[in-house]
């Protein structure tokens, strides 16, 4: 799959509204060879992190971002649904605690990086920091920083430094992988109501939920201004159509394939001492009665 119709090529302004359709499926039109797709890649992601973890130099970040109900939680369960859970870790950040307050707004971040040899990650992140905090505004004055730049300048400042925390990352071997699964209103509206109207899926909703479509415009805007300035070479968006679970789900899981496979992930070889010591164990066990 050609994943350049994703890419937010860096430095670009898009629009989500006319350059992205949250109803794209490509050249999938049937819903089973997306699953069948989607059942072979599971199996590829659980070889790769096989080897990821056996080789212990790279590490893989992997960021989802969305509007509520585009599908963060279902995607992480099912794509990760093969892999072995010693080798990856999932963080859902909501709001600040007090603790992380009193720190600077990359701290839980960093708290949370994974391992080498380990995929990590985030069902929202340090993007929050200039989303939701862009559009209630209110919530720098809790932040308790010793001043605050005027007009927007706050917001350039904190891309500069994502982007910067994201270049030491991945020169340090943490690759990124930043996901925006691209609802609709509409179809946000529609799976609102099938919680509600389900009482198995109640527990999923809340009034806030509502309260913040409001925003939907604001929210729109507030990202185009994050991968207008922070989708990079070494860590670009991809913007991924998420009315179709089904969809979206394969793509997701095709990226992060291709993404590990072109880090050419091999096991670690022995050298000549340390396979003279497998041949002597082998004949101690050979030897035992």
């Not at 609802?183 to 529609?190: G, I």
């Not at 992060?256 to 041949?279: G, R, V, W």
């Amino acid at each position: 799959m050609n994943h350049d119709a994703f890419i937010v090529p860096p430095g670009t302004k898009v629009s989500l509204q006319k350059d992205y359709d949250s109803a794209y499926t490509a050249n999938y039109h049937d819903r089973n060879d997306a699953t069948l797709k989607l059942r072979s890649d599971i199996e590829r992601l659980a070889k790769y992190q096989d080897i990821l973890y056996a080789q212990n130099s790279y590490a893989l970040l992997i960021i989802f971002q969305a509007m509520d109900a585009a599908g963060k939680d279902s995607t992480i369960k099912h794509v990760m649904s093969g892999i072995n859970p010693q080798g990856c870790q999932v963080f859902s950040f909501k709001s600040p605690s007090s603790e992380e307050l009193d720190h600077d707004y990359l701290w839980r971040s960093m708290k949370a990086l994974p391992e080498r040899g380990r995929i990590g990650i985030f069902n929202r992140s340090y993007y929050e920091e200039v989303l939701v905090v862009r559009v209630h505004p209110e919530i720098l004055q809790k932040q308790q920083l010793p001043h605050l730049p005027k007009g927007n300048k706050i917001w350039q400042q904190r891309f500069a430094e994502i982007n910067n925390f994201e270049k030491y990352l991945v020169d340090n071997g943490i690759v990124i992988l930043k996901f925006f699964l691209n609802v609709s209103k509409a179809e946000q509206k529609k799976r609102f109501l099938a919680r509600i109207d389900s009482p198995e899926k109640n527990w999923k909703f809340s009034i806030n939920d509502v309260r913040e479509r409001a925003f939907w415009a604001d929210y729109m805007a507030a990202y185009e201004e994050v991968f207008h300035h922070t989708s990079t070479t070494y860590a670009p968006w991809y913007i991924i159509p998420a009315d179709r679970k089904w969809f979206m789900r394969m793509v997701v899981a095709d990226i992060i394939c291709s993404k590990l496979e072109s880090l050419k992930l091999k096991y670690p070889t022995l050298n000549e001492e340390a396979q003279q010591h497998l041949l002597q164990a082998k004949f101690a066990l050979e030897q035992e009665e």
